[in-house]
């Protein structure tokens, strides 16, 4: 089978598209050298033998009003192939190339790391709208969104969400991305070692909010195959980002990505609440004092009487040490919650912190990178399936 189908007479771009497909990504390519385009599914497939592909590649040289036309025959006929503009197209006209039908546009100029980025975000959109109905039931066809949440801060709410979205990406590639909504002082940034050049600020403007193409091109590449949406670079910039706006993002990301893993500000800000009542999953994260301890409790009893608290809930037990003077009992006891999962406090995590290279991206052999693992593996639909009445479990250190 040919999983990807290249639709352009430009040999040179053939040819970087046969590099990055042959350099770690499953299937072939097959080209079809012509500026002009089929006049629809019939004729592609008598051209590819019947085969279906994933991934239709409208490549250089195919005149843009054809590649328009051929993409609204194909969006209403077949919508599940994703297809991918490979064009320098103005930006004014990215509106209409995504009304079209047209799921990602890629420049001509990019290089072959560049190109398999795409393709595996392109595989994993076809792999999503044909994921089994049984599959889908647990989230209506969209993906997961998983809070972490803690109403206090400095108890590692950072790490552990950097970490859990670097695990999902090994699980789902390229289909991960993590949301800074800790939009003051957020540190999504620094714990993934990443420059942003667009934000948050960027993703709720009305051009994004209206085309998921847009709202795509301000997400920032991770190296370890993850997507993330990086807090304002300046501080006052999120007086002017609303509840309705971050609600608004996180519906759309979901309908885009298998996972949307949500960094928020400690304590119980309107932004906050507006996230979680979208959150699949929320993570509970506390450090082993009692000051942690009582905020969480008081958090969680505020939520179940907001009637907000989402059905799937992890508590994780940060930093914990037997010799803090406190067992999980005690904790358990203290906030009237079971703990999911405890993560022992790891000189390792401290390191990996400070480095700005997340410790699941290292697979280092530690405790904690045990514990983080699985944190991780809960999200997991092979362990959903198997253990969803069994979610909370004791756990001791």
């Known amino acids: 089978m040919s999983r990807f189908v290249l639709l352009s007479p430009n040999g040179e771009f053939d040819q970087k598209l046969r590099a990055a497909v042959a350099n770690g990504l499953r299937g072939s390519v097959q080209t079809i050298a012509s500026d002009i385009l089929p006049a629809g599914p019939q004729e592609l497939f008598a051209l590819l033998n019947q085969e279906q592909p994933e991934v239709l590649i409208i490549g250089p040289d195919v005149p843009y009003e054809e590649a328009l036309r051929f993409a609204k025959v194909f969006d209403v006929q077949l919508p599940g192939l994703s297809l991918v503009l490979v064009s320098d197209?103005?930006?004014?006209?990215?509106?209409?190339?995504?009304?079209?039908?047209i799921r990602d546009i890629l420049s001509p100029q990019a290089d072959a790391a560049e190109i398999r980025v795409l393709l595996e975000r392109a595989c994993q959109s076809f792999a999503t709208r044909h994921r089994a109905p049984e599959a889908q039931g647990e989230t209506n066809g969209k993906g997961l969104v998983i809070?972490?949440?803690?109403?206090?801060?400095?108890?590692?709410?950072?790490?552990?969400a950097t970490n859990i979205a670097i695990g999902l990406g090994r699980i789902a590639p390229m289909s991960v991305v993590i949301v800074d909504l800790?939009?003051?002082?957020?540190?999504?940034?620094?714990?993934?070692?990443?420059?942003?050049?667009?934000?948050?600020?960027?993703?709720?403007?009305?051009?994004?909010?209206?085309?998921?193409?847009?709202?795509?091109?301000?997400?920032?590449?991770?190296?370890?195959?993850?997507?993330?949406?990086?807090?304002?670079?300046?501080?006052?910039?999120?007086?002017?980002?609303?509840?309705?706006?971050?609600?608004?993002?996180?519906?759309?990301?979901?309908?885009?990505?298998?996972?949307?893993?949500?960094?928020?500000?400690?304590?119980?800000p309107e932004?906050?609440?507006?996230?979680?009542?979208?959150?699949?999953?929320?993570?509970?994260v506390s450090a082993m004092d009692?000051?942690?301890?009582?905020?969480?409790?008081?958090?969680?009893?505020?939520?179940?009487?907001?009637d907000i608290m989402p059905e799937s809930r992890h508590v994780v037990l940060n930093m914990a040490d037997a010799k803090a003077g406190l067992n999980v009992r005690d904790v358990e006891s203290t906030?009237?919650?079971?703990?999911?999962?405890?993560?022992?406090?790891?000189?390792?995590?401290?390191?990996?912190?400070?480095?700005?290279?997340?410790?699941?991206?290292?697979?280092?052999?530690?405790?904690?990178?045990?514990?983080?693992?699985?944190?991780?593996?809960?999200?997991?639909?092979?362990?959903r399936a198997q253990a969803q009445r069994k979610l909370h479990r004791r756990v001791v250190i």
């Open 182 to 268: 800790d939009l003051q002082f957020g540190d999504v940034a620094s714990g993934l070692y990443l420059n942003p050049e667009h934000t948050v600020t960027d993703a709720v403007t009305p051009a994004a909010a209206q085309d998921s193409l847009v709202l795509k091109a301000f997400l920032t590449v991770h190296p370890a195959g993850i997507y993330a949406l990086c807090a304002p670079l300046n501080p006052v910039d999120a007086d002017h980002i609303t509840p309705e706006q971050v609600s608004r993002l996180v519906e759309q990301l979901s309908h885009e990505f298998q996972y949307v893993v949500l960094d928020t500000a400690p304590g119980m």
């Open 290 to 306: 009692i000051p942690s301890l009582r905020g969480l409790r008081s958090g969680l009893e505020v939520l179940r009487q907001l």
């Open 147 to 160: 809070g972490v949440f803690s109403p206090k801060g400095g108890v590692g709410k950072t790490t552990l």
């Open 89 to 101: 197209v103005d930006p004014a006209h990215l509106l209409n190339a995504m009304r079209a039908g």
């Open 335 to 383: 906030i009237g919650a079971p703990v999911d999962v405890s993560v022992p406090r790891s000189r390792a995590v401290a390191l990996s912190t400070n480095r700005g290279i997340p410790v699941l991206q290292e697979s280092k052999r530690d405790p904690a990178v045990k514990s983080l693992r699985q944190l991780v593996e809960r999200f997991n639909p092979a362990w």
């Open 271 to 284: 932004i906050g609440l507006a996230a979680m009542e979208h959150c699949t999953d929320v993570v509970w």
